[in-house]
């Protein structure tokens, strides 16, 4: 089923290039909005390039941004390799600049999608009536939305471009006017959304994504306009759990695994990524080391450049908490229980090695140690020896693809998952929210704990419910929402020590400021 829903939105990508690139069509047979989309399947196909362009970077420049920037991920060098100019250094040490491709890139993508939204409801406002009509618009205007909402989260002040094809330079709107307009456009939507929660809807927003959305950026809202919505986040969360159609998974580790997708109840709005046709998801590759390839018998190599910093690792303090396993650690072993070994050379282990006897065969386990101490500060290197290289803890949370021939992997993305929603109304309760329907922080919490196979907490307040939200949402692109929004963007970890809060907001890039003089760049960025 997750292969036909990919299937759907490449087949709409080609059907609409084929439409704009032919010269020989007879005219009985072009597409016109006088003649597509008329049914409902083709409604269907011709919102399928925002979904595309959504899927693209969201696992990457996306992904990047939102953790690099963050204790929750490191990219160091490793010989040389992903130095990439500094970007990925600065994303930790939070020196990046207008410069720099990461947030070049995440906001190409992010006003890439919301142009491709605006020109498919320009296609719809004068297509041809049918049954899902509706449906669909409010589906590509709550998908506009979030990814405004992304937008607005990263870079603060953001242009709200609505028409396409309009030919004038927008200007930015301050932040608190963009949160207007990304609540009215949620609610505007929610009327014609469906209700639906299975594979007929599956990686397009329904009612509960917007409601998902409504309740991210109420719980936000002190931070994007200085006035507290928690009261609102909890009546946005209530409506996802008093409608009863999604729960917590049975198997915590099984719900990213590359089979995953509408079977998945845990799921509210999800990514359907696939190695072959919809491609974009390589977590593997990011962060499994070499040695590791055949233990999970794949076909291809490994690039082993992230991992996690000891600090962030230390929040998974109990040994039965299912999530605690999804972190590889230490010496590491095949499925047999056999030593994962390396057979190399004294200087090929460390290349420090000063005894004559270099040359000398090593068997080396491969051991992942916490620690990630640099060779080299400038290069942010730690080093391309077999040690070096088994620097750092490793996430396994997608797990491999053994499918897939090439790095691009087919599990699923999560971008709401019913977790979440229980966190955030949680959180909004600890913020002073009055409690309903009998739920409490701390029930909601060991409702989660309990399912994840942890002990229950006795209490919660705001640092330990941080530290939940660390634990739940590992990798998903949340973290540094959270960090700001508990004031905590600001601390030390890793090799960071940059305090400037106005890093809470990226810069506007070089290159949009020389296409568009009207953008106005962020405090303390030049």
């Not at 995440?106 to 009509?133: E, R």
């Not at 990263?154 to 309009?166: A, C, K, R, S």
């Not at 200007?171 to 949620?186: A, D, K, N, T, Y």
Request: aromatic share 12%; charged share 20%; proline share 6%.
């Amino acid at each position: 089923m997750k292969k036909s829903i990919i299937y759907l939105y490449l087949a709409s990508g080609l059907l609409l290039i084929a439409a704009c690139t032919r010269t020989d069509v007879p005219v009985e047979s072009e597409l016109t909005p006088q003649n597509f989309p008329k049914t409902d399947q083709e409604y269907i196909l011709a919102a399928g390039p925002a979904y595309t362009n959504f899927r693209g970077s969201f696992c990457l420049s996306y992904w990047q941004a939102q953790t690099l920037s963050t204790d929750e991920a490191i990219l160091p060098s490793r010989a040389g390799g992903w130095y990439d100019g500094g970007r990925y250094q600065q994303m930790h040490y939070h020196s990046w600049t207008p410069d720099n491709p990461i947030v070049s890139d995440t906001w190409a993508w992010g006003f890439g999608t919301i142009s491709t939204c605006n020109q498919i409801l320009s296609l719809f406002a004068s297509a041809a009536p049918s049954p899902s009509k509706g449906q669909i618009v409010a589906e590509i205007r709550a998908l506009r939305a979030m990814v405004f909402f992304f937008m607005m989260d990263l870079y603060g002040n953001i242009p709200v471009t609505t028409i396409f094809g309009d030919t004038a330079r927008p200007r930015q709107l301050p932040r608190q006017q963009v949160f207007g307009f990304i609540e009215s456009e949620v609610k505007a939507a929610l009327p014609s959304l469906s209700r639906a929660t299975d594979a007929s809807v599956y990686g397009r927003p329904n009612i509960y994504t917007a409601y998902a959305l409504l309740a991210k950026l109420y719980l936000n809202a002190e931070v994007y306009t200085g006035k507290a919505r928690y009261e609102d986040a909890v009546m946005a969360c209530d409506s996802i759990i008093q409608s009863g159609k999604y729960t917590l998974a049975d198997d915590y580790a099984k719900m990213f695994y590359p089979d995953n997708g509408p079977q998945t109840k845990e799921f509210i709005f999800a990514i359907p990524y696939d190695h072959a046709s919809a491609q974009g998801e390589q977590f593997s590759w990011y962060s499994l080391h070499p040695a590791l390839q055949a233990k999970y018998g794949l076909s291809y190599r490994l690039s082993n450049p992230v991992s996690t910093i000891p600090s962030y690792y230390a929040q998974f303090d109990d040994p039965n908490d299912v999530r605690t396993a999804l972190w590889l650690v230490g010496k590491q072993y095949d499925f047999g229980g056999n030593p994962i070994i390396i057979h190399t050379t004294r200087v090929g282990l460390d290349n420090t090695y000063a005894g004559a006897d270099g040359s000398a065969p090593v068997d080396y386990q491969l051991n992942f140690t916490p620690d990630l101490t640099l060779r080299d500060v400038a290069r942010f290197e730690v080093g391309g020896d077999e040690l070096g290289k088994a620097k750092g803890i490793r996430n396994i949370k997608y797990y491999p693809d053994v499918t897939a021939t090439d790095r691009n992997q087919s599990n699923d993305v999560p971008v709401f998952r019913y977790a979440d929603i229980l966190l955030m109304k949680a959180e909004a309760l600890l913020r002073g929210a009055a409690g309903t329907h009998g739920e409490t922080a701390l029930s909601l919490v060991n409702q989660i704990r309990t399912a994840r196979k942890a002990a229950a907490r006795g209490s919660v307040d705001l640092p330990a419910m941080l530290k939940e939200r660390a634990l739940e949402l590992n990798w998903e692109c949340w973290r540094r929402n959270d960090l700001i929004r508990y004031g905590r963007f600001e601390d030390s970890w890793g090799y960071k020590t940059d305090a400037d809060v106005n890093k809470r907001i990226f810069p506007i890039p070089s290159g949009e400021r020389i296409l568009n003089p009207a953008l106005v760049q962020n405090p303390g960025y030049n």
